[in-house]
């Protein structure tokens, strides 16, 4: 066990490695009611083709059975966790991502057997062929939701402008016909294969005993030795995007669009990865935030609303930016971003709009460590990159001008920009 302080921001954090490779991580919040634990695995709906450690052929398995081992391992051979939970007097969750699955809750009361719960439903699958059939209906109804689902709708078909292979452009779900092909012996082989403790990680935040945390980690944890990393693969991707635009129709009263820049990068991690991300947000920021003057121009205008938002994502295998909500033109707002972006390659960036975007995002993360929901979820988005919550600030202290302009000409390409537009139908 260590205990790792950063005295700049007055936080701690506790870690205790297991020997089977698993990493548990408490960061206390004296004085908070609220507990908020974690028990997250390294393993996303991205990551359907693999190598098995011990084996040496590669598999490829059917599109979203991360996300139904999700569904499978909250029903237990002695009933459902959700009502064990809920006995409990705390509120349980987890979703899958493109990188990881992860399994949570909160509480203000017996944390002790709320941990123990989680601990022990995340190790122990309970799968039969009839609850896997079963649960093929009840996802099957869920993809067909999201299909009719305007904001989804829009957000994959950008991501399948901008990739022509990557499984980042797969619903994390799968599809009705993917879902079909599983069983239960290829969700115990991924299971026994991605939820090992070496693959997996375990975050406690709140005021709670960090010994006695780790006491329960030492004790629940069931297998104690390591095993080697697993051999992810991703297909080969050309550099330029799949296609520039794309168009559906659905439900809308008005026209709702996402466009972004594919970021043209690889195996980026740990820091670099971070300072990547935060230099092309303070970036966005610049060009398209609320205090910019084109934010107020297409607001005024009416070309755009409340509800545009950017951001940007990377991880192993993909980056992009991402901008858009809703607008009686999207193709207009695409254009005069656009012009932006060329004002800015022509006349340079604004050093004072810079500094003082970094500073209030700056603030703004650090008013992120007052929550102990927020601590988590920051925490999970960037462990398995290589760092944790806390290197963002050391990033926001040491990021440089220079380094923000040299990402704005690599990032901002106008021949990786694309625009997905869901129009009524």
């Known amino acids: 066990m260590k205990t790792i302080r950063f005295e700049k921001i007055n936080e701690i954090m506790h870690m205790h490695e297991h020997s089977s490779g698993l990493k548990a991580f408490v960061i206390p919040k004296k004085g908070y009611s609220k507990k908020y634990a974690t028990f997250a695995t390294h393993y996303g709906s991205i990551n359907n083709e693999f190598v098995v450690p011990g ?21 237990q051979k002695d009933g459902s966790v959700m009502d064990k939970f809920s006995a409990l007097g705390s509120s349980p969750n987890a979703y899958t991502s493109f990188n990881q699955t992860v399994y949570l809750f909160s509480c203000t009361e017996k944390f002790d ?44 078909n950008l991501l399948q402008a901008f990739y022509r292979e990557n499984p980042v452009r797969i619903d994390i779900a799968g599809t009705i016909e993917s879902i079909s092909q599983i069983n239960k012996e290829v969700l115990y082989k ?17 005021d709670v005993d960090h010994e006695k945390v780790f ?17 992810r693969i991703f297909p080969e991707e050309p550099d330029t995007v799949f296609k520039n635009y794309v168009e559906a129709k659905l439900a809308v009263a008005t026209p709702i669009f996402q466009a972004g820049f594919r970021d043209n990068i690889s195996e980026v991690k740990g820091i670099e990865a971070l300072r990547r991300e935060v230099a092309v947000k303070i970036l966005l920021n610049m060009i398209m935030g609320r205090s910019s003057a084109l ?22 295998s993909y980056a992009y930016s991402m901008f858009g909500g809703e607008s009686p033109d999207p193709e207009k707002v695409r254009d005069r971003i656009v012009q932006a972006i060329k004002d800015i390659q ?17 603030g703004r993360f650090l008013k992120q460590l007052n929550s102990v929901e927020r601590i988590s979820h920051t925490f999970m988005s960037v462990y398995f990159k290589g760092v944790t919550i806390f290197d963002y600030f050391d990033v926001y202290d040491k990021i440089t001008f220079e380094y923000v302009n040299s990402t704005f000409a690599e990032h901002f390409n106008l021949d990786n920009l694309a625009l997905s537009v869901i129009k009524p139908a």
């Open 55 to 75: 084996e040496k052929e590669a598999i490829r398995v059917p599109d979203g059975i991360a996300h139904f081992l999700e569904h499978k391992l909250f029903e």
């Open 346 to 362: 022509r006349n340079g960036l604004d050093r004072n709009s810079y500094d003082r975007i970094r500073k209030a995002m700056t």
């Open 295 to 316: 934010y107020n121009e297409l607001y005024n205008e009416g070309l755009i609303n409340s509800t545009f938002d950017y951001d940007y994502t990377i991880e192993e």
């Open 215 to 231: 006491e329960q980690v030492e004790e629940s944890i069931k297998i104690k030795q390591e095993k080697p990393e697993i051999k």
């Open 113 to 156: 057997e709320n941990f123990q719960l989680l601990l022990n439903y995340v190790q122990n699958p309970y799968i039969t062929d009839e609850s896997v059939e079963k649960e093929k209906g009840i996802i099957g109804q869920e993809i067909q939701m999201y299909q009719d689902d305007p904001e989804w709708r829009v957000f994959f």
């Open 190 to 206: 991924c299971y026994n294969t991605f939820y090992h403790p070496s693959n997996m990680v375990i975050l406690v935040v709140g």
